[in-house]
């Protein structure tokens, strides 16, 4: 009988603190370390999870960190997470709150090995229905929840050397711009550069208009001629540009001509330079013109009219120049030129009469007429 009695008290003793936790209305279940594995100085960080009812306030400036004494560890850090909208309900029970405290330690020991957080108590207090929670931490006793300890591994760390990388050392004086900066400045030179086309191409054309729209003085009216005969200037029928593209078409037939007489290609080529002259030169010479009177006239123009006839001028002389030889080999009755020579730099000569040629020539010369 003593032993049966000796047996009860034994299972008593052992099911008090069982039934007592299932019955308690806070729960503290305590997580793993991470990481597990720590180095010198790592901080390491231990969850503690709580759960308990509404019933149960919990004393929150008794678990900072400061408020835990540890003799082999430091806390240095606590965050809370209340988990508002995490609220599980139990069909007994009802709805149970989470709060998660997230304690960040580290070891102040300088021996390695395996280090355990010793358990420490969760502070609370019960809270009865229609009293505040102030109410309750002045009113109720705090009662404790003891938590585990937990187990953490410290390891030796080597200090490596730092990684050595000379772009890292390089110190440029002057910055470097992005690519936005550079598209801009790109964007800026070509609308400048477009703008300054468009302003050299219009004073060009307006440069040509007026050049063939003015005429002096001695070049209007009637003239007379070696003969005493008074006639009136007559305007060639082909425009300037017309009058090169039959000039070209002529000669390229020219080459294949060779059947005929000498004489008459060089009268050919007599009257395809003079006709060229008259149509480029329209307000300057006149048809009734001999060859002679057209070179004389040519290389007898002052600064003023050489100007403004323009790059052109030198092929104008020129073209005068050879029309004149060819008069004096027809009066004569022979012919003291090559042809086929002849026609080659006639059309080397004539190809300067080219827009592209006389528009860079205008350009080179843009900022020299102002002076």
């Given at each position: 009988?003593?032993?049966?009695?000796?047996?009860?008290?034994?299972?008593?003793?052992?099911?008090?603190?069982?039934?007592?936790?299932?019955?308690?209305?806070?729960?503290?279940?305590?997580?793993?370390?991470?990481?597990?594995?720590?180095?010198?100085?790592?901080?390491?960080?231990?969850?503690?999870?709580?759960?308990?009812?509404?019933?149960?306030?919990?004393?929150?400036?008794?678990?900072?960190?400061?408020?835990?004494?540890?003799?082999?560890?430091?806390?240095?850090?606590?965050?809370?997470?209340?988990?508002?909208?995490?609220?599980?309900?139990?069909?007994?029970?009802g709805?149970?709150?989470?709060?998660?405290?997230?304690?960040?330690?580290?070891?102040?020991?300088?021996?390695?090995?395996?280090?355990?957080?010793?358990?420490?108590?969760?502070?609370?207090?019960?809270?009865?229905?229609?009293?505040?929670?102030?109410?309750?931490?002045?009113?109720?006793?705090p009662?404790?929840?003891?938590?585990?300890?937990?187990?953490?591994?410290?390891?030796?760390?080597?200090?490596?050397?730092?990684?050595?990388?000379?772009?890292?050392?390089?110190?440029?004086i002057?910055?470097?711009?992005?690519?936005?900066?550079?598209?801009?400045?790109?964007?800026?030179?070509?609308?400048?550069a477009?703008?300054?086309?468009?302003?050299?191409?219009?004073?060009?054309?307006?440069?040509?208009?007026?050049?063939?729209?003015?005429?002096?003085?001695?070049?209007?009216?009637?003239?007379?001629?070696?003969?005493?005969?008074?006639?009136?200037?007559?305007?060639?029928?082909?425009?300037?540009?017309?009058?090169?593209?039959?000039?070209?078409?002529?000669?390229?037939?020219?080459?294949?001509?060779?059947?005929?007489?000498?004489?008459?290609?060089?009268?050919?080529?007599?009257?395809?330079?003079?006709?060229?002259?008259?149509?480029?030169?329209r307000?300057?010479?006149?048809?009734?013109?001999?060859?002679?009177?057209?070179?004389?006239?040519?290389?007898?123009?002052d600064?003023?009219?050489?100007?403004l006839?323009?790059?052109?001028?030198?092929?104008?002389?020129?073209?005068?120049?050879?029309l004149?030889?060819?008069?004096?080999?027809?009066?004569?009755?022979?012919?003291t030129?090559?042809?086929?020579k002849?026609?080659?730099?006639?059309?080397?000569?004539?190809?300067?009469?080219?827009?592209y040629?006389?528009?860079?020539?205008?350009?080179?010369?843009?900022?020299?007429?102002?002076?």
């Amino acid at each position: 009988m003593r032993y049966k009695l000796l047996v009860c008290v034994f299972v008593l003793l052992i099911a008090t603190p069982i039934l007592a936790q299932e019955s308690s209305p806070i729960i503290v279940e305590t997580g793993k370390p991470m990481p597990s594995v720590i180095k010198s100085g790592e901080p390491f960080k231990v969850t503690y999870r709580a759960k308990f009812l509404d019933t149960v306030v919990i004393k929150e400036e008794d678990m900072q960190p400061g408020d835990l004494a540890l003799e082999k560890f430091e806390v240095i850090g606590l965050e809370i997470n209340k988990n508002t909208f995490n609220r599980p309900k139990d069909d007994n029970l009802g709805f149970v709150n989470v709060w998660d405290f997230i304690y960040t330690f580290r070891i102040i020991q300088p021996e390695k090995g395996e280090y355990k957080i010793p358990p420490f108590n969760f502070y609370w207090v019960p809270k009865k229905a229609g009293t505040t929670e102030e109410e309750a931490k002045e009113k109720e006793k705090p009662r404790e929840f003891l938590t585990e300890e937990v187990g953490i591994v410290y390891v030796s760390s080597i200090a490596k050397p730092p990684f050595l990388d000379i772009r890292d050392e390089i110190g440029f004086i002057l910055p470097i711009s992005d690519g936005i900066v550079w598209r801009r400045w790109a964007y800026g030179v070509m609308g400048a550069a477009s703008l300054l086309v468009l302003i050299i191409l219009f004073r060009f054309v307006r440069y040509s208009d007026n050049r063939q729209s003015q005429v002096t003085k001695e070049d209007v009216g009637v003239e007379a001629s070696e003969d005493g005969v008074m006639v009136v200037g007559v305007g060639p029928i082909f425009s300037p540009k017309q009058a090169r593209s039959r000039f070209f078409k002529e000669i390229k037939k020219m080459q294949s001509e060779a059947k005929y007489p000498i004489l008459d290609l060089e009268k050919k080529l007599r009257f395809l330079a003079r006709e060229l002259l008259l149509a480029e030169l329209r307000e300057t010479i006149r048809d009734s013109m001999s060859e002679n009177e057209i070179y004389a006239k040519l290389t007898g123009l002052d600064v003023k009219h050489k100007k403004l006839i323009g790059s052109k001028y030198a092929v104008m002389v020129d073209l005068a120049r050879r029309l004149k030889r060819y008069q004096e080999d027809i009066d004569l009755g022979t012919c003291t030129i090559n042809i086929v020579k002849e026609v080659v730099e006639l059309r080397v000569v004539v190809s300067g009469l080219s827009f592209y040629k006389r528009f860079l020539f205008f350009v080179k010369n843009l900022f020299g007429r102002r002076r």
